[in-house]
């Protein structure tokens, strides 16, 4: 290992990530250093570049990333769940950090209810230690306070990355509403990571038939792919009615609905289309862009139940990395990384992840 | 008891209700015939009367009523969860009666959400057989379809229709989101019959502290006699961002809010007011006066949880009647009852009702 | 149609069922007659001849059964869902009747918990009206209390009747405990059609791996062809300690115990099978035979949940077909009926299943 | 303050524990020194000073105490919820160290699943670093890695600690099963800390009637006084079959059942006295003593619900302290505690609690 590590950063709103070198600190007790393998491009790093979400300049973007243990330091020799590790090993790291001393992490036992969260790729400043605090940077310093798994050999890395932290969203989001069931009628609205993971997992509880409403055509021959009955392509939809009408017609009854579109309006027309007794899970209107129209007369008549979702814990990717060990010799995930980019060509896989040019991009700072 | 019966007939929406004389049908197998005691008037009886609600007129309204058994038909000598019954008990009926054959019933196993829901006091006509079928009349006819329990002889038939429907709706509500639990705080938005409810079962879970934001005086008032801790008459505060503060500023941190107003606005307001992994229980909105601004993203970012709630069925009947005989000796909620009318003053029942001049009206018909 | 139907009767213990001629009553408002295609032949049946199970002698065997709508009385035009019905019409129907006026049915809202509950195939004698009430008969006669469901075109009759009333048994208790989920492991304890059906089932909600510990070979080998990962054969394993090693070393971690057996001992056992936080569903010791030793420091130490789940109500055999007409292309369950008997078959049938010849038995009175 | 501590030790099993001194560590970043108000005399103890509790002596018992603050480490200056703290104020203080590391910790995210946990005045030798491990002593050093929370004002000190970890171990317990619900009927098996909370928690939750089985008198005096509305004195049901007969008979139909006995045959007894459909939560069988003759069959035909639960979390402390700052004007759980030994009496207590002399008994290290 050499002492030093290029890094893509972030230095200026819609500025192009810059490339510079960073001194690796010393790997204390309790702390790693990892060799970034991969790290994926989230629909969120766009937005923090493009000055969309408030960031402790300079940072560096990533948090969700796979790579090998570079150096352990001394009384580290496992993972989060106890398997023991050893340098070389691949492993998949959380990249937020609750307080665990607040009402949310200590009397709600919820840190994504932590009011003091921080994370890696985002709320973190690399000009304060340890520096190396994002995924896009050919080497990712983990305090003794960073939670990471150990991918499973048969897991390709590009399977454990291929939704980004949107799989760990959707798992923690179908457990809050306690899954579907076999045989349950599920409308996915957005075809994001978030809503192509959803896909994923309500295949896997049995749910059918499963629809997705969203766009552009290769994400839902995507979603086809994974398990989507039907698939409802917005792209001339533009009326809020026109898409209720069609997903009426498409879904038929909706015993569970899921948005995952970050568009509020999405919210109004999920409500429409529950049927009598229905669940609606929330995770994708995470930005804040006001109310929209919803009906609470509908909500009431028919017994609906609203759940909102946000974030996950390290537990929620380690049952991402379960399933994929069990599952992914059928599902083959890989398949959702469509392009590649090294660390000097970051700021175009921002620009190509904006323009919806890829399904799943990821960030390879050691690619030959 | 002789052959007719008089009853307080709607012909037609805004006029005076015209007393009417019936011929009482004979009580065949499984029927039984009431003498009423006492029909509680309804918000919902008002908006009847005043045509907002469409209705197969003629109709007897009244769906809340104690009353003394009449006759009992051949075969039918059992209360619906199979207590012995005689000639002079007295009885709560369930107004409602669903389908039993419908996904909803049968499928869903949920009679609030069944498709053919058909109703004593507003959705069966009394031109058809058998003719007796609303509370504001001197007898009912119950048919072997009708569910109905005895009123515990502890409980005062005031006590047992104090909050009318709005009672068993209540408890329904409470049973959809798992109940409250000691040292929960809860905020009720409205107090009228079903948030004065709330307020009574929230108490009986242990909740604390127990605020109400509703008008006019005289019901907060009622509240906090019924154990409410804090109340917030909202009668100047017109904007909804008024009121948001104002809750804020006296319920603070608010583990489960309910909404039972009826007014769209509140469901923007509670989502606003309720703290992290909260829950909110939508009974009011039931007439549908269109859609809120809510704002998704807070149900998002906050884990929220929403229930909307409509209807009950008898069992939750019971259940009121089950808690009054237990707790009715502390609560004594027949002191709710502020206003008792004769069949002949219904109509002036129903206008004062409409204009919130007493916390609980009912007609008694064989008052002296 | 003729006025006359053969039955295959049950008039004493241990004897040969007795071929009968019996009358088809008049159907008359809300009734229905059927024509029985096939009725399986349940492990109780075999304890119901064998005078285990008290019954009200002379009685038609018979509670799990496929027939054509022979004649529909007037006003019975749909299944017990709403589906419209005509003659001719391929039905499964109901066997149990609660009695819709107890504690559990109506406050508990749980006819599985009925005090009354009465079952045709066990608990009519067939001296009463309607007579034909069991489905070792020709026809079978359904009052208005009878619920019954219309078999999708595609599943098989075979399909629908393969686990008989260990099908909706296992999906109630499924309902009970919340469901499973992917990548949960599973122990199943039987290979009866309880057992068998729960394979079904965990295998639709994703789970892995599924263990089944069981006997005999066959009914393991059936396991292994619907989706169990693992099988253990108990025949040489004859002591408790030996079956629990055996179980810990093939199945490892088990989240999920489900005991299909209806011997008490293997309640002992599951206990410690069972991983930390684990659930324990126990559906198979139906009959009292007494008490097993079980640990219940075992219980609270590993923070266990146990559920008992007992019968099933109306909509777990219409999930029952909802699941069939999805999956039953890939099931195939009709592969379960290793053996049929024309209606003056059915004591070999008896005897047969009891010495656990077959894994599903069926006795079709029309068959050629 | 000085810089020694005296402690009470537990050197050799069954012999009188014997004062030492020990000097205070610095209190470093993180760390806070706690000088002990009052610490409770739990039945474990008493078992650990007998030997049937594997320790690692010498060791400090003591794990259920009220202090204040003497010093605060660098950096801490908040308790575990982020309430600020000073040095006088006084905290109750977490004994149980979760690894945070494990399965159970992390995956199933519940510490009492923990495989590696660890407590202040059982499991910590007071031979290694921190050395003041236990309540027994004048001080306590807590370390970075421990829960406190701040009493508040308004509660005493014996209050707060009047059924010591009884009380946690009752919330966790009903968190568990999802609390009960007003008007339903509760047995609760045992009077020791756990039986007793359980009346104070379930009275809370609005249950009727609770009736507590167990003995002595004046435990069963102290049951009715927090809120039992009826007693069963065992002193003389020698046989379980006279315990259930007499159970029966007074408590009627149980809705939950609560185990806090300790017995194994105790399980027994619940799983007859529970109604159709009924809970039981099993807390008190710690101690593994073997299995009891538990009816299987009867779980199953009642459709019961069995929970084991063990141990607690730092919020279930919380709770406790929460619900006594609201509710403890009326309940006056001070009165609970009835002796109060000084260090050199330590041996003494031990004694009175093995002979239950006394409800709660309390060490104050400081006492004049």
Redesign the interface.
């Known amino acids: 290992m050499k002492g030093k590590a290029r890094v893509a950063l972030l230095e200026k709103a819609n500025e192009p990530l810059r490339i510079r070198e960073f001194s690796i600190p010393e790997v204390k007790d309790g702390c790693l250093l990892v060799k970034t393998v991969a790290s994926g491009v989230c629909g969120t790093d766009a937005h923090c570049w493009r000055g969309q979400v408030k960031l402790p300049l300079p940072v560096i973007l990533g948090h969700e990333s796979v790579g090998t243990i570079e150096k352990l330091g001394p009384g580290r020799n496992?993972d989060?769940?106890?398997e023991p590790v050893e340098e070389g090993d691949r492993i998949f790291w959380v990249a937020g950090h609750p307080?665990n001393?607040?009402?949310?992490c200590?009397?709600?036992?919820?840190t994504?209810?932590c009011?003091n969260r921080k994370s890696y790729g985002t709320s973190y400043s690399c000009s304060d230690y340890p520096y190396l605090v994002g995924g896009y940077s050919e080497y990712v310093f983990l305090t003794e306070k960073s939670?990471f798994f150990k991918v499973p050999d048969s897991v390709p890395t590009e399977a454990a990355i291929s939704f980004g932290c949107g799989f760990p969203t959707a798992i923690k989001g179908f457990e809050?509403i306690?899954?579907v069931?076999?045989?349950k009628s599920v409308l996915i609205q957005g075809a994001g990571p978030v809503g192509l993971s959803c896909v994923v997992?309500a295949k896997?509880?049995?749910a059918?038939p499963i629809t997705v409403i969203g766009a552009p055509q290769s994400r839902l021959e995507m979603a086809r792919r994974l398990g989507a009955d039907q698939t409802i392509d917005i792209t001339h939809l533009d009326r809020p009615e026109d898409r209720v009408k069609k997903a009426r017609e498409v879904a038929g009854e909706v015993d569970l609905c899921i948005?995952a579109t970050g568009f509020?309006t999405?919210?109004?027309e999920g409500v429409e289309l529950i049927r009598?007794?229905g669940k609606y899970l929330?995770?994708?209107?995470?930005?804040?862009?006001?109310?929209?129209?919803?009906?609470?007369?509908?909500?009431?008549?028919?017994?609906?139940?609203?759940?909102?979702?946000?974030f996950w814990?390290?537990?929620h990717l380690?049952?991402v990395l379960?399933?994929l060990s069990?599952?992914n010799d059928r599902l083959k995930l890989e398949g959702a990384v469509t392009a590649r980019y090294s660390l000097d060509d970051t700021t175009q896989a921002l620009h190509d992840v904006e323009a919806f040019k890829c399904v799943k991009a990821i960030i390879t700072p050691h690619a030959a």
């Not at 001393?101 to 949310?104: D, R």
């Not at 200590?106 to 919820?110: G, M, P, Q, S, T």
């Not at 009431?300 to 946000?310: A, C, T």
């Open positions: 496992a989060s769940m106890g307080c001393k607040c009402y949310g200590v009397i709600l036992k919820d994504t209810a009011s939670f809050i306690g899954g069931g076999p045989g997992i896997l509880w049995g059918y948005e509020p999405a919210a109004a009598t007794n929330l995770m994708g209107v995470f930005s804040d862009l006001g109310p929209a129209p919803i009906n609470p007369s509908v909500i009431l008549r028919k017994n609906l139940k609203l759940f909102g979702s946000v814990e390290p537990r380690h049952e379960r399933l069990i599952y």
